[in-house]
């Protein structure tokens, strides 16, 4: 089935040891996400990739930076974790209908935990 | 500025009882409202997109409706597999690729 793999699914790290989470996809789609959600609220956008055009979100911290060296993967990259950045981290794709992004299918979601 | 409203927080029903999920939102213009189911430890999951005002989508219990202020999502009969969160998630015509989302509503449902 064509779909959305989040790896890892979990991720211990320290205090300012840098973590990478990755996104694969096999439905082709052109547009990328990449969310932060913590408990009991709306998933936050953190950037956004239109084929390789990167868009980051103005209140995304300079901690937090993202690769997509192809269509089909995409990268997370945090290079200094902090104990208020431990979330589910959530990648999403969406095709492009009529111009439009469309409907976002998500991953399973990494959850990172910051000691 | 763009905003979505979810409410209730929290919803617990018994098996059977039927109620409804309320996403008010505030755009400069709607291209679309999406509702999308999310279990815990899992990224949610798409259940339904609504266009114009007056439209409505059905599937198994769950029926979506949607006014120029306002969605909701019925759920009909409910069975203890219906437990979940509802994210609500709006998209304006002002940004091509961008989604506000709701904070959701967390059904919990008794058998």
């Known amino acids: 089935d064509a779909m959305v793999i989040q790896n890892p699914r979990y991720q211990v790290t320290q205090f300012g040891k840098p973590v990478t989470l990755s996104c694969s996809q096999t439905?082709?789609?052109?547009?990328m996400y990449w969310y932060q959600q913590k408990s009991s609220q709306a998933p936050k956008l953190l950037f956004h990739?239109?084929?390789?055009?990167?868009?980051n979100e103005a209140d995304t911290p300079d901690n937090f930076q993202s690769r997509r060296p192809n269509t089909s993967f995409c990268f997370l990259d945090i290079r200094s974790p902090g104990l208020g950045d431990a979330a589910m981290y959530l990648c999403?794709?969406?095709?492009?209908?009529?111009?439009?992004?469309?409907?976002?299918?998500f991953g399973a979601g990494s959850r990172l935990t910051v000691l | 500025e763009d905003q979505v409203t979810q409410s209730p927080e929290a919803l617990r029903l018994q098996e059977g009882e039927s109620s409804s999920l309320n996403c008010s939102y505030t755009?400069?213009?709607?291209?679309?409202l999406f509702w999308y189911r999310q279990d815990p430890g899992k990224g949610p999951e798409f259940l339904f997109t609504?266009?114009?005002a007056g439209e409505e989508k059905e599937k198994e219990r769950l029926k979506a409706t949607l006014t120029k202020k306002e969605s909701f999502l019925h759920i009909t009969a409910p069975k203890p597999e219906d437990s979940a969160t509802y994210l609500c998630a709006v998209q304006s015509t002002s940004g091509t690729y961008k989604y506000i989302f709701g904070t959701g509503t967390r059904l919990k449902v008794l058998a």
């Open positions: 999403a794709t969406s095709p492009l209908t009529g111009g439009w992004a469309n409907v976002l299918t």
């Open positions: 990739y239109y084929d390789k055009d990167f868009n």
């Open positions: 755009v400069s213009g709607l291209r679309g």
């Open positions: 439905l082709n789609h052109n547009v």
């Open positions: 609504l266009y114009s």
